[in-house]
């Protein structure tokens, strides 16, 4: 049997969503620069994916720009705000848990002569709304948080934060990292006060490579790639049209009978925690199910390594990951679990399940009784 329980790193891409992206590369491949028929048809599959996406959000379509991902969308965010506001101030602040799409340009900005504070979080990995608060000053231009956190599920308040910026300081540009959260809450920017959104496509049955960065149209941001002018001249390159057009269908299916999926997914999320809590020396991190994600559990098997417990489990047909996907060759402890308070061995030994609507009851009590299996084993075997 086996079981893909590693979604937050990728999702298969799903088999409408492959079909058109197969059928634009193979038949409808013009440039949508180009001014002939097959250059009109192109821009028609953009025009129709920014539209879809839009409507998830309840945005313009001109607000919508696609990227290569969610690393772009996130590296644009920060530096193309931070240049264009720099005047008004340098001052911009993220959180401890941030993925590194986010600490890192925040780290260059930082060079560049920004000043960048990092919010502390609590033991289940949340900010705390009043530190955020004190943490404003005159000269902030830019906050920026995820949405969900990609290694433990914990869901900061975003919405709180956003009409609270709005109300008191509007100024301010808000960025949410939603890569793990679109396509699993229903996000309104314009209702809640975000000023930028980075999404993923792989993260929701999409293509990998493509991405887009929604932008509120009085946000005041430079472009940090430059060419021949596309999208509006914010982001050049040769549009990814095969890219793009599936991203829209993707999003389009994600937000479909949404609440019926989450539903799903919280269930299976409760099965493989409850299973979880009768294993010996099991330490889940993060918040306790429906306070967290729907679709990501975070767990310690102590007296294991990670990366002994992940191949022991692949070899079962089992796939999980050792922590964030895009750090998993880094030999470097992982920051979410460090400043939500895990002790070496609990980072040592932590192991990553997430799922999606494709996942069954059947494979979450598989991979149950495999590491009730295993796990007496594997620990003989670390202690001889």
Same mark, same amino acid.
């Given at each position: 049997?086996?079981?893909?329980?590693?979604?937050?790193?990728?999702?298969?891409?799903?088999?409408?969503?492959?079909?058109?992206?197969?059928?634009?590369?193979?038949?409808?491949?013009?440039?949508?620069?180009?001014?002939?028929?097959?250059?009109?048809?192109?821009?028609?599959?953009?025009?129709?994916?920014?539209?879809?996406?839009?409507?998830?959000?309840?945005?313009?379509?001109?607000?919508?720009?696609?990227?290569?991902?969610?690393?772009?969308?996130?590296?644009?965010?920060?530096?193309?705000?931070?240049?264009?506001?720099?005047?008004?101030?340098?001052?911009?602040?993220?959180?401890?848990?941030?993925?590194?799409?986010?600490?890192?340009?925040?780290?260059?900005?930082?060079?560049?002569?920004?000043?960048?504070?990092?919010?502390?979080?609590?033991?289940?990995?949340?900010?705390?709304?009043?530190?955020?608060?004190?943490?404003?000053?005159?000269?902030?231009?830019?906050?920026?948080?995820?949405?969900?956190?990609?290694?433990?599920?914990?869901?900061?308040?975003?919405?709180?934060?956003?009409?609270?910026?709005?109300?008191?300081?509007?100024?301010?540009?808000?960025?949410?990292?939603?890569?793990?959260?679109?396509?699993?809450?229903?996000?309104?920017?314009?209702?809640?006060?975000?000023?930028?959104?980075?999404?993923?496509?792989?993260?929701?049955?999409?293509?990998?490579?493509?991405?887009?960065?929604?932008?509120?149209?009085?946000?005041?941001?430079?472009?940090?790639?430059?060419?021949?002018?596309?999208?509006?001249?914010?982001?050049?390159?040769?549009?990814?049209?095969?890219?793009?057009?599936?991203?829209?269908?993707?999003?389009?299916?994600?937000? +479909? $009978?949404? &609440? @019926?999926?989450?539903? =799903?997914?919280?269930?299976?999320?409760?099965? /493989?925690?409850?299973? %979880?809590?009768?294993?010996?020396?099991?330490?889940?991190?993060?918040?306790?199910?429906?306070?967290?994600?729907?679709?990501?559990?975070?767990?310690?098997?102590?007296?294991?390594?990670?990366?002994?417990?992940?191949?022991?489990?692949?070899?079962?047909?089992?796939?999980?990951?050792?922590?964030?996907?895009?750090?998993?060759?880094?030999?470097?402890?992982?920051?979410?679990?460090?400043?939500?308070?895990?002790?070496?061995?609990?980072?040592?030994?932590?192991?990553?399940?997430?799922?999606?609507? +494709? $996942?069954? &009851? @059947?494979?979450?009590? =598989?991979?149950?009784?495999?590491?009730?299996? /295993?796990?007496?084993? %594997?620990?003989?075997?670390?202690?001889?």
């Amino acid at each position: 049997m086996e079981a893909y329980l590693d979604n937050a790193a990728t999702t298969r891409c799903s088999r409408p969503v492959c079909e058109l992206v197969m059928k634009i590369m193979g038949e409808d491949y013009g440039n949508p620069s180009s001014m002939h028929q097959k250059g009109v048809e192109a821009e028609r599959y953009m025009r129709e994916a920014a539209s879809r996406i839009a409507a998830t959000l309840k945005v313009s379509e001109k607000e919508i720009f696609f990227t290569s991902g969610g690393t772009e969308s996130n590296n644009w965010a920060l530096i193309g705000t931070a240049m264009a506001n720099q005047r008004r101030g340098k001052h911009l602040i993220i959180t401890q848990v941030e993925h590194p799409a986010v600490s890192a340009p925040a780290a260059w900005l930082k060079d560049q002569g920004f000043e960048v504070m990092a919010l502390s979080v609590d033991r289940e990995g949340r900010i705390s709304l009043e530190d955020l608060k004190k943490a404003v000053r005159p000269d902030t231009i830019l906050i920026s948080t995820m949405y969900v956190n990609n290694e433990i599920g914990a869901v900061e308040p975003v919405e709180e934060i956003g009409r609270w910026l709005k109300k008191e300081h509007p100024d301010v540009i808000y960025h949410v990292d939603a890569i793990q959260a679109y396509g699993k809450y229903r996000i309104y920017p314009q209702k809640t006060g975000i000023d930028l959104l980075s999404v993923s496509g792989h993260k929701l049955h999409g293509p990998k490579g493509i991405g887009f960065l929604y932008i509120n149209k009085k946000v005041k941001i430079s472009p940090i790639i430059w060419g021949g002018g596309q999208q509006g001249g914010m982001r050049s390159g040769t549009d990814n049209v095969p890219g793009a057009a599936g991203l829209g269908l993707a999003a389009m299916k994600a937000y +479909e $009978n949404l &609440e @019926e999926k989450t539903e =799903y997914l919280y269930h299976l999320k409760e099965l /493989l925690t409850e299973g %979880l809590d009768e294993i010996e020396q099991v330490v889940i991190h993060g918040p306790c199910c429906r306070e967290g994600a729907p679709h990501i559990v975070n767990a310690s098997f102590l007296g294991v390594r990670s990366e002994v417990l992940l191949h022991a489990l692949e070899d079962k047909g089992i796939y999980v990951s050792a922590g964030s996907a895009c750090s998993t060759h880094k030999k470097s402890k992982s920051p979410t679990l460090t400043a939500a308070g895990a002790d070496a061995k609990e980072r040592e030994s932590a192991v990553r399940f997430s799922f999606s609507d +494709e $996942n069954t &009851e @059947e494979e979450i009590r =598989y991979t149950l009784e495999v590491l009730k299996e /295993l796990l007496p084993l %594997l620990r003989r075997y670390t202690r001889s």
